[in-house]
């Protein structure tokens, strides 16, 4: 079937929305005809929550108790594997749902996405060994993936344009609830019966949110697809580019995997991580060849990187999410470094920033259903967020109020707020046959920001602490420097002006931090600025 192979291109002059099946699905909903009733909409997701919920709390409930699992393995120095191998595991499958939700149909991509998540969780949870604990982590990550974008896309399927933001705010506040929860679960379970029950307890709630899935969600096909919905097992079985998938995934892990062990297992110069960085380089270009001259229906077509909408929404959500990282990161360690409080309080001062990030989308959705305009949210989340950090850069010298610390809160508010603007957006540039792939992308875009995020905040405060340290302190303190940037906890035993000097140079590394997050707030905001559209007729 041949694939007209075109990608709206949005002027100030034109309107927004063109004579394709989207522009004719919101003219009829603005009728009263051809969209989801609110309730039926709500009906829909109701089903999907719990999907959602179990998804988000897991991140949270595996940061809780990593330490409580790779102890019992004795692998405490492979802990970070049980949060990385999930991530990439996302990364790479992330975009294939996209293209796979359109053959198969969104419904059956997000059960098959229910049993990966299911069977991963049941892994860990009997898992005898770290290794298998890994593979579990990997297996249910390929399966979150799913689990975190089909929603989207069966909101898009659903609800005019103009209404998505706010349908999506609504399932960001069951995810934030989901991350909120997850901690505390976790942590109570592995302290009473273990840390098995945190991965086992999932199973059955996933398996729960697959029947209810299976039995009661009904979903049309979307309006591209009618022609497709003949077609026999083999012929949707020929329109998968496998190669092309597998050589995505390869070019996204490769890429991550050195982003990840850069600066910590391995040193930036070693041939691991130039290995890595050369086969990304190799995996990519071969990846775009088959795209644009094997593929007859590419899994992510390179055509979508030729709009500058789409580029611009990939840009601004990578640069948030760094920003967003690098604060996320450097909040608890700030106040456990200068005012020695335990983890668990220091996890508090997180609080904030959640919140502010749930009111932000709640907040768009409604502005952008009551005025139609996306484009003024998305520059606003860039000033919003550059505020927080420019604040915290002036005003975390080491001795912060409690009141201050709710600095952070318009940093989670300018976040949240382009997590919806920028959906919005991307899905409005392109048309709705590409629309589920380009959101895909748009999720490992958020995602590929959240590494280059840590990335950049363990590179910056080891390099910055170090050298603030040994200036202050004068040589034959290395050590000890190396060991309280190896330790928070070793600075409780340092006193005097040993110990001032390293929190000083704490402190210095945490401004270094927030004044890249403003860097990343400013390129954001450039892109937002850039960004030709109208409203939303």
Known sequence: MAKDNTVIDI??????????SRSSRDSEASNGEGAEKPKSILGVLSVLLIGVFVANADTSLVLATYGEISSEFDSLNNASWLMTSYLLAMCGTQPMYGKLSNIYGRKTMLLASYVFFAIGCFICGMATKMSHVIIGRVIGGAGGAGMYSIVSFLITDLVPLRDVATYRSYVNVVQTVG?????????YLAQTIGWRWSFLIQTPLTIVALLLVWWRLQVPAPAFDSAQKQETSREKLGRIDFLGSILLCSTIVTLLLAL?????????????????????????IAFSYVELRVAKEPIFPLYLLKHPSVVLTYLVLIMQNIAQTLMMYS???YFQVTASVLPSVAGAYLIPAVVGNTLGGLATGHYIRRTGSYKAPTILASLVAAVAHTLTTIRWTGHTHVAESL???PGGLGTGIAHSSTFVALTASVSEEDAAIAAAGLYLSGNVGSVLGFTLAALVMKAVVRKSAIKRLGGGMEDVVGRALDDVGFLRKLEGRVRDAIVRAYVDGFRSCFG?????????????????????E
Request: proline content about 6%.
């Open 11 to 20: 002027t100030e002059e034109s309107p927004l929305l063109g004579e394709d």
């Open 179 to 187: 991350r909120s929860c997850g901690g505390p679960i976790g942590g």
């Open 260 to 284: 990840s062990m850069g600066g910590n297992q391995f040193a930036w110069t070693s041939p691991t991580i130039i290995g890595l960085l050369g086969s990304h380089q190799l995996l990519a």
């Open 331 to 333: 909040i608890p360690l």
């Open 407 to 409: 600095y952070s809160f």
């Open 516 to 536: 890249l997050a403003i860097v990343c707030c400013a390129i954001s905001l450039i892109c937002a600025v850039c960004l030709r559209v109208k409203r939303l």
